[in-house]
Structure formats: C-alpha cells, structure tokens
C-alpha cells in the first residue's frame, strides 16, 4: 500500500529565515505530487505541483520554490520567510493517470514569529 | 463565480439524523468528483468518489452526482459526533489537479 510522509509536523520559524519542507511518497511509482498551503479557517490553496522529476508548476507566485529531486521526494523551500507564509502545509499525492484522486499527507503546521 | 461552491456552514445535526451537504461546480466538462473529510488541525481525508450520474452508498456515506445541474452531494446517515469535521468538495476538470470548495463544517450534537 502507499504511504505518504511528511516533515516536520510543526515549525516554529523567525521571519527572514529558510525554510525546507520535505515530502515523500511510499508503494508507488511516478506519482504525480501537490503542495497545498492552508491558513487558518481558510481552503486549500495549490501552490506547486509536479508530473515527473524536474517538472514543477507553480500556482501562486510567491517567495516559495518547490523541487523534485528524485521520483517520489518533493521539496518546498523558501530563502526567507515572510509572516504571511504562515500555515499549515501540506503534500499530496496522485496516480499519474485519471482520476486524479489526491492523497495527503499528515501536514506541516508552520508559525513565522 | 467560484468552481467549486460550498455553503461554509455551520451545519448542525442530532445525532442519529441524515447530514445533507452539498456542493456545485461550474466546468461543464468535470469527470471525477471526491469528498474528503478533515478534522480539525489534521489533514483531508479521501471518504468517497463518483464519477458518473447516480448515487453511490459506502457504509453510512452516500454521494450523488448530478452532472445536468452540475451538482454533487454527500449523505450521512444516522451522524455520529465523530462524524463532526469540515467536508470537503474537490472536482477533477480534465487536468491533473483538482478544485477543492472551501468547504462546509458539519456538527453532530448528541
């Protein structure tokens, strides 16, 4: 079966500092991989996703980056963290072929002080 | 207009009763239809999918799409206050993503 993760679960980060949010998918091959952002009392936003190694969509342009070193790890990043990223991150995953059902993960909860 | 649209609620039930919530989409061409159920401070969790015009049953769950009005909903019956959490509508519209509402709080009092 497959198994998504995620880390860590919560971030406590300064403003201006970097951010490396790390997500990897179990049990399958060439999933297709979402970052979602999620502030408080809000919906999901889509903020990158990718369709193979390398390949990276970006949503929402923004300070944020995403990376997809290898087939099932995918990456967010940021070089400095503004007060507004503050949320609660998460990753997803999906067969690369319809219907596109998505799977989360546990989520990263991130506070910028 | 949003492309997915739910009522943000509140929705308040006794427990025991039928939750009816409902969401409506605007891409005609909309293949996949998915509910997910998140608790709070946790993540969404996938409780059913539809595809074509009809009802589908899962245990207590029911989800009914009605792609003429462009339309889905999701039943629970006899609600349990574990059942209290905020319900989710995502769409697959013929791309790899897919449209989430922003979602309807459900609460089942006892």
């Known amino acids: 079966s497959q198994t998504i993760h995620q880390w860590p679960a919560t971030l406590v980060q300064p403003v201006g500092s970097p951010l490396s949010l790390e997500c990897t998918v179990e049990g399958t091959s060439n999933p297709n991989l979402y970052w979602y952002r999620q502030a408080a009392g809000r919906g999901l936003q889509l903020l990158f996703y990718s369709v193979g190694i390398g390949q990276i969509s970006s949503e929402v342009p923004q300070n944020l980056s995403a990376s997809r070193p290898q087939d099932r790890q995918f990456i967010l990043s940021s070089k400095k963290l503004l007060l507004s990223d503050s949320g609660f991150y998460l990753c997803?995953?999906?067969?690369?072929?319809?219907?596109?059902?998505?799977?989360f993960g546990p989520g990263t909860r991130l506070t910028v002080t | 207009q949003k492309e997915v649209e739910q009522n943000s609620g509140p929705l308040s039930v006794p427990e025991g009763a039928i939750a009816s919530l409902n969401c409506t989409y605007s891409d005609r061409g909309s293949q996949s239809f998915f509910w997910y159920r998140q608790y709070s401070g946790k993540s969404p969790e996938l409780i059913m999918s539809i595809y074509s015009n009809g009802d589908k049953e899962d245990g207590r769950f029911t989800a009914q799409l009605n792609k003429a009005s462009q339309y889905v909903s999701l039943l629970i019956r006899d609600s349990q206050p574990s059942d209290s959490a905020t319900y989710l509508c995502a769409v697959n519209t013929r791309t790899d993503k897919l449209i989430f509402g922003t979602g309807t709080r459900l609460q089942v009092f006892p």
């Open positions: 997803a995953w999906s067969l690369d072929s319809g219907p596109y059902e998505q799977y």
